[in-house]
């Protein structure tokens, strides 16, 4: 099954009444959810797995055993059983799409509302429905609390909400096709990020060679004196950051305090998602005191690492600042690496901290549980091997010639899997609402049923946990460092 179709439009539409909706197909109508739907609200099956929901998949069953989060469960006879092909959805987050269908029997939060559909719905259909940008919106004008975000869609509103009814047949249809072409897509979205992966690990293998050996391949090596790093060419340099690098470690954090300068922070996502750090990203707005404003500023050269993360490969991820950028801060779970120009490049010193030989030594050296860091001391007397710095430029220019082939491939493989992303959440919202006819493109009960199911994505948005409302009782444990 491609996943791109020859699409075409229904034979005969009519006014379904509702400004969201639109015309819709001449044999749908629109009823109450109430119609479709039942409140299953039944507690005291404690021996069920316990499902959690992804804002972008639906249901699944909770992972505790590779879960990041570390949580302690209390008390699951108070948790909803939610049989197979029941909806369930979190009251709170249903706007940003947190629903889906049980694939098995299982226990949801007691945040969470259990919908049991009538023998003519298939809940595979309505979930879809549920999740496109048009009926979030509607769920936001029936949803009720104090503040926009922590508005409730309850029962008793839920049931009130209009929605299409296909025939029963046609919903089923609908669904078959959605699954299929889902699988599809996540087949093609896998096959990209695996390219993505092998991309890059040519990259890290070019600037490893690069940076611990050079471009000579005759030169002459000399012991390094480190088990890790071992022969270096005899004229480079071994030594700690301290002494080619200033160091500091920030504290500005996201919080404006009146009385404070109005700066611009360079967070950890725009070093941890990018190489280079320029006027061209959209810094969030902060406020800082004098003495942060002249310590962190950031200046063309200087380098800035992640120095905390959940995991400890996300620890040393660097980017090289491109320009002078006045105003803007260093923020908070980074440092800042100022290097002696007369020593070392700020160029060679971004590739030095992407290089897998030399970022080791930041992996082992840092510390925590549920959290990752790096200690100020750990930074300053890593290890760096360093050339003259004419042949640190020539070493640079190397490099980035080597790698724009690659990472062009690695740009287009990310537009692609944009581009397909974007166009299936178009096809779901034309499909669900009947702009689209899909009927002859559903595949049949047997191809569909003898799919394997693809994994689920990593890095998905998961709503539970103390988010998925007051009444979750699922409790998080603390960060030591917190």
Known sequence: MSIHHDLRSYPEYRESGLP????IPAQWDVRRNGRLFAQRNETGFGDL??????????????????????????DRDKYKRAVKGDIAYNMMRLWQGAVGTAPVDGLVSPAYVVARPFAEVDSRYYAYLFRTDAYMNEVNKYSRGIVTDRNRLYWDEFKQMPSPFPPTDEQRAIA???????QAVRRFIRNRRRLIEVLNEQKQAIIDRAITRGLDPGVRLKPSGIDWLGGVPEHWEVCGLKQIAAVRLSGVDKHSIEGETLVRLCNYTDVYNRDFITAEIDFMAATAKPSEVEAMTLRKGDVLITKDSETWDDIAVPALVAEDLNGVLCGYHLALIRPNESRITGEYLFRAFSAPTIGRQFNVAANGVTRYGLSKHAIKTASFVVPPVPEQMAICQWIAKQLQPLSDA???AKREIELIQEYRTRLIADVV?????????????????????????????MIDGPDAGDLEPVEEMADADD
Not at 440 to 460: I, Q, R
Request: without cysteine; aromatic residues 6%.
């Open 433 to 461: 609402t009947g702009k689209v006819d899909v009927r002859h493109l559903a595949p049949d009960a047997v191809e569909a049923a003898s799919e394997e199911p693809e994994p689920w994505a990593e890095g998905e948005d």
């Open 20 to 23: 969201w909706l639109g015309p």
């Open 176 to 182: 078959d096709f959605l699954d299929h072409h889902g």
């Open 410 to 412: 690695v740009d287009r």
């Open 49 to 74: 797995p316990i499902l959690e929901v992804s804002l972008k998949t639906g249901v699944r069953v909770r992972d505790f055993d590779n879960s990041k989060r570390k949580q302690v469960m209390s």
